[in-house]
Nanobody, 116 residues
């Protein structure tokens, strides 16, 4: 499984961005997919997750501002990010996880920079 993320960029505080991640190869709709983010010196943080049944989970810091969605046919996920804050600045990574065998795949990351 290969993951290709896109949509990062520079935005002002209060602005919006939309990230996309496409899974190719032997991708399965049974996998959960998620967005994580990482900044230098900090632990990788789960931002938003969407399971095979469509249930979602968000980090407290993004609840009400970010929305994750999924196209099960195209094997893509999107992250709509609104009301962005400088502390949202990070490299955002797409994750694919298949719980039946513990398989994990990561995308290359896309940089989001929120200026104050």
């Amino acid at each position: 499984v290969q993951l290709q993320a896109s949509g990062g960029g520079l935005v002002q505080t209060g602005g919006s961005l939309r990230l996309s991640c496409a899974a190719s190869g032997r991708a399965s709709s049974l996998a959960s997919m998620a967005w994580y983010r990482q900044t230098p010196g900090k632990q990788r943080e789960m931002v938003a997750q969407i399971d095979r049944d469509g249930s979602t989970n968000y980090a407290d810091s993004v609840k009400g501002r970010f929305t994750i969605s999924r196209d099960y046919i195209k094997n893509t996920i999107q992250l709509q990010m609104n009301s962005l804050r400088p502390e949202d600045t990070a490299v955002y990574l797409c994750n694919y996880h298949l719980s039946c065998n513990g398989f994990d795949a990561w995308g290359q990351g896309t940089l989001v920079t929120v200026s104050s």
